[in-house]
């Protein structure tokens, strides 16, 4: 697909152009890419902080990516149900 540069009039535009090459899905696979990186090297602190930092974090991203326009809002629903399904599992595995 060939892109058109006179559409691009500023920043905002260059942000995403991405998205208009790979049908929307950059910069979502780019917040999913920090998820995983950011998991695998928190691991050393233990497997629940690792995936509460990194879900945090990529929901931070997530929601800048959408007050951006850049990616659907339904896409912080993932990082949110990681973490909320986190904390309940934390909860519920400190019962025992």
Same mark, same amino acid.
């Given at each position: @697909?060939? +892109? *058109?540069w006179t559409n691009v009039t500023g920043p905002s535009d260059l942000m995403a152009l991405? *998205? &208009?090459t790979t049908g929307g899905w950059f910069w979502m696979a780019m917040n999913f890419m920090v998820f995983f990186i950011m998991t695998a $090297? $928190? @691991?050393g602190f233990g497997i629940e902080r690792a995936? +509460?930092?990194?879900s945090l974090i990529? $929901? +931070?991203m997530a929601v800048i990516?959408? &007050?951006m326009n850049l990616v659907a809002w339904t896409w912080c629903l993932f990082f949110l149900g990681v973490l909320i399904f986190t904390f309940i599992y934390i909860i519920w595995a400190k019962q025992d």
């Open positions: @697909m060939a +892109i *058109n991405p *998205n &208009y $090297l $928190l @691991m995936i +509460i930092t990194s990529s $929901l +931070i990516l959408v &007050y």
